[in-house]
Each structure stands twice: as C-alpha cells, then as structure tokens.
C-alpha cells in the first residue's frame, strides 16, 4: 500500500498548470491539479510530498491532543490558560471559568475583561520604541491575529486575547513593525528581529494556535 491509500484526500480539478496540497488543522488534506489530471499522477504527486505531509499530521494531531477540549468547546483559553466555558449562563470571567450567554457575546465579554491590560501593554511597547500609529481596536477575524492599515491604524483579533501573554506581545510587535512597513520584506523582518528578539521561536508557537483564530 502507498502513502497516498493510508488517509483520505479530497481533489479540486481547475484551470492551472500544476499540483498543489494543503492540509487543514484537522489533517484533511486537498490536491488542486488541472483539469484531466490522471489518478496515478495525483497519487505520484501525493507520495511525493509524504515528507511534507507525515511532519504536518504529526504537529496537526498533537495540537488536536493537547487542546481536545477546546475543539470540542467544554474548554476555552484565557491568556493561554485551559479555563472550563459553560454558555446560556451569565458573562463573566471568574477563577478558572468563562461563563457567557451565547458564543457571540464572547468577543465583548474578552475585550472588557482583559482588553485593557493588552492595550496597556500595546502602548508602552510603543512608546519604548517610539512606534506612531492610529486607532485601536478589536474585532472578529477568522484568520489573522491582526492588521495595520495604510493609515497605521491596528485592529485585533479578539481570540488574541486567549493565547498567552508572549504571543501576544509577539503580535503587538508585529503590527507595530508594519506602521513602518506595509509588507512582510526583509526591512520589515530586520526591524521586527530588532525590537522584539524572541519573534522567530513566538511564530512557530502561534502555528499551534491557529486554529483559535479559526473557532467562535
């Protein structure tokens, strides 16, 4: 048996010139090829790939362990920390509880208790490296942590608030960096490296939480 006859796969066929797979959070993988592709030349270009795909599950099924409960909602993050979430109830954050009455009052609930002190630690990053920028905020986004417009002003995703502090600070640091520069060039990279050292070990943490910019 092949690699590519050990798990299930889904095929997109479109207009394109080449293969190309993507794995999901949850380790369901896609191959987009060209219309007529034959099935033996998707599975070549499937085993070809087994690498790729065999690190990819692995990372993809020990966060789906470690954060079970959080996938199946009897458990959600509070700056990184497992707290039990019990919906329908009140809105609130008490000692190792979220209580809140439906799932989409969990974006006010986490910006009024905890969005103060995010922003407290937001401006005095800024201020200590004489960062310039517009409005803040917070909203819902499914995925990305952040954005800076072209006017610097930066919103962020509410679920930032669920992760750890670092990371938090690592995303600070990040839209700050693109006051600077608008893009992800090497200027911008050099000047995040600069301000905030610990950014490259914060990124390969924040693939961990992906899939929390994805929920509620």
Known sequence: MSFSDSFEYKV???????????????NTVTVRCPV??????????????????????????SVMAQFSDVLSMKKILVGGRFYDLR?????????????VKSIAAL?????K??????LS?????????SFAYGDVSFRTYKGRWGCCDASNNITFNYKLLMLPEELQNAVIAHELCH????????????LLDCVFPQNRVSEKMLKRYAFVARMY
């Open 12 to 26: 997109v066929y479109a207009r394109r010139r080449s293969m190309s797979v993507k794995i999901g959070d949850d």
């Open 36 to 61: 007529g592709t034959s099935k033996g030349r998707i599975e070549d270009f499937i085993n070809s790939k087994k690498g790729w795909l065999m690190r990819h599950m692995a990372a993809n099924a």
């Open 87 to 99: 919906v329908g109830v009140a809105n609130n954050i008490a000692e190792g509880v979220v209580n």
């Open 107 to 111: 974006k006010n609930l986490y910006v």
């Open 113 to 118: 208790a905890l969005g103060e002190d995010f």
């Open 121 to 129: 630690r937001f401006k005095k990053f800024a201020r200590e490296n």
């Open 179 to 190: 006051t600077k520069y608008h893009n992800h060039s090497s200027s911008f990279h050099k």
